[in-house]
């Protein structure tokens, strides 16, 4: 079990990593679309804020189900039709981090 989580664990970083001109096409992404809604500085509009501060206490495994699958009955939408898992969770970091 210890070995298992050792693996886990070491590979999770890769499991994120995106080609650097597929990064550049996320970045451009996060400022235009996600930006429509949650303002181009990320401090919020329609949408909540998306600032490293707003985000401090959320795991971006969960920010990456939330921009995959949206949020029900909220103007956040499902991306899971053009995002990858390991897209949308380099997303995720990139707000936690930017």
């Known amino acids: 079990m210890r070995s298992l989580l050792l693996l886990l664990a070491l590979a999770w970083p890769a499991a994120a990593e995106v080609a650097p001109d597929r990064a550049a096409e996320l970045e451009h992404m996060v400022t235009q679309d996600c930006g429509s809604c949650h303002g181009l500085?990320?401090?919020?509009?329609?949408?909540?804020?998306?600032?490293?501060?707003?985000?401090?206490?959320?795991?971006?495994e969960g920010l990456a189900t939330i921009i995959l699958d949206g949020i029900p009955e909220t103007a956040m939408p499902p991306w899971r039709p053009l995002l990858t898992e390991e897209e949308a969770t380099w997303i995720a970091r990139y707000l936690k981090q930017d």
């Open 41 to 60: 500085t990320r401090k919020g509009g329609l949408g909540s804020p998306l600032t490293p501060e707003a985000l401090a206490g959320a795991e971006a």
